[in-house]
C-alpha cells in the first residue's frame, strides 16, 4: 500500500489510476446490474417479493414461460422486422450520403456537420418531433400526400396497426442517417486515392470503382457500422415510448420495449428480466463481432 501511494506521489501510478477508475464505475453500475439482472431471470420476483430476497429459485421455467406466451413470436417478428429495415435504411441512405460528400464541393463539410444534428438528438425529442409529423389529424406527412394527390383521406400512423411499426422504422432510420454517414465517410477517406487513378487508366467506370476498390477496402468500415447499428437498435426505446408505446395490440410491440411493459406494467420483474438478458445476449454478439471487426481494420 505504502508502495502505491508513493508511485502516486511521484507520478508514476497515474495510469492505474486511469484505468482502475473506470473499471470500478463500470462493475458498480453496469457489472453489479447485469449480473442481478441474470439471477433475477432464474427466480420468481414479483411486486411484492421484489424488495425481499423471497425469491425462489424456478431455474429456466421463465425463459419457458416467456417463448410459450402467444405475444412472443409476434413481438419477435416485430424485432427482426425493425432491426433489419433500420439498419438497411440507416446503411443504404448513409453511405449513399457518404459518397455524395466524398465528392467535395464548396461547404460540403459544414453540410456534412449539420447531419449530426439528428444524432446528437434526445430519442424523446426525436419522437415528439415525428409525432407531430406523423399526426393523424394535422401531420406534416398527411399534408404533404394529400397535397401530392396520393392518398385522399388522413392516415393514423402510430395508431393504425398496418402502420405503426413502419413509423417507428422511418423514425429511428432518420435518427441513425448521420451516425452511418459520418463512420462511412472516415472509411471513404482512408481509401488511397491512386487506387482509383490506376482504375480510371485502366478505363473502369465509376460502377467498377464501387465494387473492385470502395466495398472490398470498406469491408471492415461496413462490418463496424452493422454491428454498431445492431446494438444501437436493439437498445432503441425512447422512440416507441413516444411514438406508439407498443401499440395498437402489440403491432409495434418489440423485445426492448416489451421487457419494460412486462416489468413495470405487469410487474412481473421475473420476466422482464428474461427478455432483457435474451437481448443482452444478442449485443453481446454483435459487440463480439463489432470488435472483431475494429481489431481486422486496424490491422490492415
Same mark, same amino acid.
Given at each position: ?10 507520478? +508514476? /501510478? ?16 453496469? /457489472? ?6 441474470? #439471477?433475477? @431471470?432464474?427466480?420468481? #420476483? ?7 430476497? %423471497? ?5 429456466? +421455467?421463465?425463459? #419457458? ?34 459518397? *455524395? ?23 424523446? #425529442? ?15 406527412? !398527411? ?16 395508431? !393504425? ?10 423514425? !429511428?432510420?432518420?435518427? /441513425? ?31 467498377? +470503382? ?16 452493422? @454491428? ?11 422512440? *416507441? ?11 409495434? %410491440? $418489440? ?15 421475473? +420476466?422482464?428480466?428474461?427478455?432483457? $438478458?435474451?437481448?443482452?445476449?444478442? $449485443? ?17
Amino acid at each position: 500500500m505504502s508502495r502505491l501511494l508513493s508511485s502516486l506521489r511521484d507520478g +508514476k /501510478g497515474f495510469d492505474i489510476v486511469l484505468v482502475a477508475v473506470p473499471l470500478a464505475f463500470l462493475l458498480v453500475f453496469s /457489472g453489479l446490474p447485469l449480473i442481478y439482472n441474470v #439471477v433475477m @431471470s432464474f427466480q420468481a #420476483v414479483d411486486m411484492f417479493s421484489l424488495g425481499t430476497f %423471497n425469491r425462489p429459485w424456478v431455474g429456466f +421455467k421463465n425463459y #419457458v414461460d416467456v417463448f410459450s406466451l402467444p405475444a412472443t413470436w409476434p413481438i419477435m417478428r416485430n424485432t427482426v422486422i425493425f432491426v433489419v429495415c433500420s439498419i438497411a435504411g440507416q446503411f443504404v441512405i448513409g453511405f449513399a450520403l457518404a459518397l *455524395f460528400f466524398a465528392r467535395g464541393f464548396p461547404g460540403s463539410s459544414y453540410i456534412r456537420g449539420l447531419f449530426l444534428a439528428s444524432w446528437v438528438m434526445p430519442g424523446l #425529442v426525436v419522437g415528439a418531433m415525428w409525432n407531430w409529423i406523423l399526426a393523424g389529424d394535422f401531420g406534416v406527412l !398527411n399534408y404533404a400526400l394529400r397535397s401530392l394527390g396520393i392518398i385522399s383521406e388522413n392516415i393514423f400512423w402510430a395508431s !393504425n396497426p398496418a402502420w405503426s411499426l413502419w413509423a417507428v422504422i422511418v423514425a !429511428n432510420i432518420w435518427l /441513425g442517417i448521420s451516425f452511418n454517414m459520418i463512420l462511412l465517410s472516415v472509411g471513404l477517406a482512408a481509401i488511397p486515392r491512386d487506387l482509383y487513378e490506376a482504375a480510371a487508366l485502366d478505363g473502369a467506370n465509376g460502377l467498377q +470503382k464501387f465494387w473492385t476498390i470502395t466495398l472490398p477496402m470498406m469491408r471492415s468500415t461496413i462490418g463496424a457500422v452493422i @454491428s454498431l447499428g445492431l446494438i444501437f437498435t436493439l437498445q432503441q426505446f425512447d422512440l *416507441f415510448a413516444s411514438i406508439t408505446s407498443g401499440g395498437p395490440a402489440n403491432s409495434s %410491440n $418489440v423485445a426492448q420495449y416489451w421487457a419494460w411493459e412486462m416489468s413495470f406494467r405487469q410487474y412481473d420483474f421475473a +420476466k422482464g428480466a428474461t427478455i432483457s $438478458v435474451v437481448m443482452i445476449a444478442v $449485443v453481446m454478439i454483435a459487440s463480439v463481432i463489432y470488435v472483431r471487426s475494429t481489431r481486422h481494420e486496424v490491422r490492415g
